[in-house]
Protein backbone atom coordinates (compact mmCIF):
# COMPACT_ATOMS: atom_id res chain seq x y z
CA UNK A 1 0.00 0.00 0.00
CA UNK A 2 1.51 3.26 -0.83
CA UNK A 3 1.96 5.97 1.94
CA UNK A 4 -0.27 9.09 1.29
CA UNK A 5 1.32 11.81 -0.71
CA UNK A 6 1.93 15.42 1.38
CA UNK A 7 -0.16 18.08 -0.08
CA UNK A 8 1.47 21.44 -0.26
CA UNK A 9 -1.17 24.65 -1.34
CA UNK A 10 0.80 26.55 -4.29
CA UNK A 11 0.82 30.54 -3.50
CA UNK A 12 1.79 33.72 -5.66
CA UNK A 13 3.75 35.14 -3.11
CA UNK A 14 5.30 34.50 0.70
CA UNK A 15 3.09 34.22 3.38
CA UNK A 16 3.27 35.65 6.65
CA UNK A 17 1.39 32.45 8.36
CA UNK A 18 3.45 29.70 6.95
CA UNK A 19 7.47 28.91 5.49
CA UNK A 20 7.21 29.38 1.97
CA UNK A 21 9.29 27.35 -0.47
CA UNK A 22 10.18 29.65 -3.79
CA UNK A 23 11.16 27.31 -6.45
CA UNK A 24 13.18 29.25 -9.52
CA UNK A 25 14.99 28.99 -12.70
CA UNK A 26 18.19 31.35 -13.39
CA UNK A 27 20.55 30.28 -16.14
CA UNK A 28 19.01 27.23 -16.75
CA UNK A 29 19.69 25.93 -13.01
CA UNK A 30 16.30 25.49 -10.49
CA UNK A 31 17.25 26.41 -7.06
CA UNK A 32 14.99 26.85 -4.56
CA UNK A 33 14.77 29.05 -1.50
CA UNK A 34 13.24 29.31 2.18
CA UNK A 35 11.20 32.37 3.68
CA UNK A 36 10.21 31.89 7.16
CA UNK A 37 8.61 34.79 9.16
CA UNK A 38 10.53 35.43 13.23
CA UNK A 39 7.30 35.56 14.61
CA UNK A 40 6.02 32.03 13.41
CA UNK A 41 9.12 30.33 15.02
CA UNK A 42 8.23 30.83 18.14
CA UNK A 43 11.54 32.43 19.61
CA UNK A 44 13.66 30.22 17.45
CA UNK A 45 14.39 33.68 15.17
CA UNK A 46 14.98 36.80 16.39
CA UNK A 47 14.70 37.98 12.28
CA UNK A 48 12.46 36.88 9.32
CA UNK A 49 14.81 34.12 7.49
CA UNK A 50 15.67 33.88 4.12
CA UNK A 51 17.94 31.22 2.81
CA UNK A 52 20.84 31.27 0.26
CA UNK A 53 19.44 29.45 -3.05
CA UNK A 54 20.06 25.80 -2.92
CA UNK A 55 19.24 22.65 -4.79
CA UNK A 56 15.57 22.11 -4.77
CA UNK A 57 15.71 18.80 -3.06
CA UNK A 58 17.88 20.51 -0.56
CA UNK A 59 15.74 23.55 -0.11
CA UNK A 60 12.79 21.22 0.03
CA UNK A 61 14.13 18.66 2.80
CA UNK A 62 15.36 21.41 4.71
CA UNK A 63 11.11 23.25 4.64
CA UNK A 64 9.98 19.90 5.54
CA UNK A 65 12.75 19.54 8.79
CA UNK A 66 12.04 23.12 10.29
CA UNK A 67 8.69 22.90 9.61
CA UNK A 68 8.47 19.86 11.66
CA UNK A 69 10.97 21.60 14.23
CA UNK A 70 8.24 25.10 14.58
CA UNK A 71 5.35 23.04 14.22
CA UNK A 72 4.44 25.53 10.87
CA UNK A 73 2.77 25.06 7.63
CA UNK A 74 4.79 24.91 4.43
CA UNK A 75 3.46 26.78 1.48
CA UNK A 76 4.94 26.84 -1.89
CA UNK A 77 5.67 29.36 -4.82
CA UNK A 78 6.15 27.75 -7.84
CA UNK A 79 4.96 30.23 -10.90
CA UNK A 80 7.43 28.44 -13.31
CA UNK A 81 5.91 25.08 -12.58
CA UNK A 82 9.19 23.77 -11.12
CA UNK A 83 7.56 21.44 -8.45
CA UNK A 84 8.49 17.30 -8.16
CA UNK A 85 5.94 15.10 -8.14
CA UNK A 86 7.51 12.71 -5.78
CA UNK A 87 7.34 15.62 -3.09
CA UNK A 88 3.85 15.76 -2.72
CA UNK A 89 0.68 16.79 -3.83
CA UNK A 90 0.83 20.70 -5.09
CA UNK A 91 -2.68 22.56 -4.79
CA UNK A 92 -4.36 25.84 -4.97
CA UNK A 93 -7.01 27.14 -3.15
CA UNK A 94 -10.25 28.28 -4.77
Known sequence: MAAAKNRFEQVD?????????????RDGKTFGRI???AE????????????????P??????A??????????IVVED???LWQDDWGILYRED
Open 40 to 55: LAGGHLVNDFLSDELE
Open 13 to 25: EQQPDAITLSLGQ
Open 64 to 73: VRLANEIKAP
Open 57 to 62: VEAFRS
Open 35 to 37: ACP
Open 79 to 81: GQG
